[in-house]
């Protein structure tokens, strides 16, 4: 493995993240500007809180109404219309309280499998 490669896998905390997080930032289903707000609150909070969670930038989920879009991994948790004081509840009851806001979920597919030893080298 080469360094830059190393360095990009510790980069992006592969080895070390307990979830990784996801936002649609449009442009179809939430404007696009309102939603960059809310991915630069959300890296900001993840960088102060010590989460050990990646967070990834997605343009479509396919759903395309109701965004700007958040799915919290390993739960596979999707929670719509956020923005950054739902974050914020977010953050704090389900992301560092371990206990999903309820009443915002929207759909639960955490994609569950049970082989990924089978993949490893
Ligand atoms: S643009 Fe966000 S789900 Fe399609």
Not at 52 to 60: E, G, L, N, S, V
Not at 64 to 87: D, K
Not at 106 to 116: C, F, G, Q
């Amino acid at each position: 493995m080469s360094d830059a490669l190393q360095a990009g896998l510790t980069k992006a905390t592969i080895a070390t993240a307990e979830r990784h997080l996801f936002l649609c930032i449009g442009p179809d289903c939430c404007a696009p500007a309102d939603a960059e707000v809310v991915w630069e609150h959300i890296k900001r909070r993840v960088r102060e809180t010590g989460l050990r969670a990646m967070r990834t930038k997605a343009q479509c989920f396919r759903i395309c109404t109701g965004g700007p879009w958040l799915v919290v991994y390993p739960e596979g948790v999707w929670y719509g219309a956020m923005s950054v004081e739902r974050f914020e509840r977010v953050l704090s009851e389900h992301l560092l309280g371990g206990k999903p806001v309820a009443e915002w979920v929207v759909a639960v597919n955490a994609l569950s499998r049970n082989d990924a030893d089978d993949f490893l080298p």
